[in-house]
């Protein structure tokens, strides 16, 4: 059994940063492939980001690229996203997922909203 929480989100104002952590109980999910998801006001679930367990190796959506940046502390068992210059269209709601045993686990999510 997995259980993840995310915190540290908030209202930021455009060109601002935020740092979400995702904080991850279980024997197995430090060699967990993990991710980051978001779904903003009326649209889908989106990914954002992806980590695997291991080696740490990443990749991210097109509209963060270069602006996000997300890590992993597998002593402390969380993972991060890192958003810089963030824009009104980041506001959504961040997810944390993991695949772990076989089995999807998902947090609650932590709301993040742009806006001057």
């Known amino acids: 059994q997995v259980q993840l929480v995310e915190s540290g989100g908030g209202l930021v104002q455009p060109g601002g940063s935020l740092r979400l952590s995702c904080a991850a109980s279980?024997?197995?999910?430090?060699?967990?492939?993990m991710k980051w998801f978001r779904q903003g006001p009326g649209k889908e679930r989106e990914f954002v980001a992806f980590?695997?367990?291991?080696?740490?190796?990443?990749n991210y959506a097109e509209s963060v690229k270069g602006r996000f940046t997300i890590s992993r502390d597998n002593t402390k068992n969380t993972m991060y996203l890192q958003m810089n210059n963030l824009k009104p269209e980041d506001t959504a709601v961040y997810y944390c997922y993991a695949w772990a045993g076989g089995i999807g686990y998902w947090g609650k999510g932590t709301q993040v909203t742009v806006s001057s």
């Open positions: 279980g024997s197995t999910v430090s060699r967990s492939d």
């Open positions: 980590i695997t367990g291991v080696l740490g190796l990443t």
